[in-house]
Antibody
Framework: EVQLVESGGGLVQPGGSLRLSCAAS????????MSWVRQAPGKGLEWVAN????????YYVDSVKGRFTISRDNAKNSLYLQMNSLRAEDTAVYYC??????????WGQGTLVTVSS | QSALTQPASVSGSPGQSITISCTGT?????????VSWYQQHPGKAPKLMIY???KRPSGVSNRFSGSKSGNTASLTISGLQAEDEADYYC???????????FGGGTKLTVL
């Protein structure tokens, strides 16, 4: 059974940093692109970042470029999102998802990030 | 404002059929057969219901079907059941730079 479990969310002040983690199991993690998708409170879904199987390619939505970094450790079956210079508008539930050609076929339960003073 | 346009809400009675539209452009929905649909119950993670326009993942009821015409994709749910009440989001691949665009979501109410 495919499982994705996020952790690392919490309350952070504007300008602060946070690192999210996603532990994957039930599939060959190193064979799949992975993504982070977020959902602001009461709002819709927004793709945040993608990373290729071997980490050699990474893509970001414009609003987080230069502030967020996606990475992975295939030996640990783990995906990460380093978030720096956080803003109030980054407040959201962040989901880890397995992805192929723009289809997110498995999702974690999400972790809430709140940016507030 | 979302890149793909969905109705904010739709409703139907148990046993009826409903259709949710998802309108994009020639740069996303119209260019790729890579539209997916997600169901999200309150407080839960999204669940993939349809991919590549009309394919159903294993375990998804055949009451759910997808189609596309031009720049508009559609999700049809037949034989509505109470458990279908949820938010539904469409998503389309939009090329290597934009990657994907989502719709704003449609709240389905089963009367």
């Amino acid at each position: 059974e495919v499982q994705l479990v996020e952790s690392g969310g919490g309350l952070v002040q504007p300008g602060g940093s946070l690192r999210l983690s996603c532990a994957a199991s039930g599939f060959t993690f190193s064979s799949y692109w992975m993504s982070w998708v977020r959902q602001a409170p009461g709002k819709g879904l927004e793709w945040v970042a993608n990373i290729k199987q071997d980490g050699s390619e990474k893509y970001y939505v414009d609003s987080v470029k230069g502030r967020f970094t996606i990475s992975r450790d295939n030996a640990k079956n783990s995906l990460y999102l380093q978030m720096n210079s956080l803003r109030a508008e980054d407040t959201a539930v962040y989901y880890c998802a397995r992805v192929f050609w723009g289809t997110f076929d498995y999702w974690g339960q999400g972790t809430l990030v709140t940016v507030s003073s | 404002q979302s890149a793909l346009t969905q109705p904010a809400s739709v409703s139907g009675s148990p046993g009826q059929s409903i259709t949710i539209s998802c309108t994009g452009t020639s740069s996303d929905v119209g260019s790729y057969n890579l539209v997916s649909w997600y169901q999200q119950h309150p407080g839960k993670a999204p669940k993939l219901m349809i991919y590549e326009g009309s394919k159903r993942p294993s375990g998804v009821s055949n009451r759910f079907s997808g189609s596309k015409s031009g720049n508009t994709a559609s999700l049809t749910i037949s034989g509505l059941q109470a458990e279908d009440e949820a938010d539904y989001y469409c998503c389309s691949y939009a090329g290597s730079s934009t990657y994907v665009v989502f719709g704003g979501g449609t709240k389905l109410t089963v009367l």
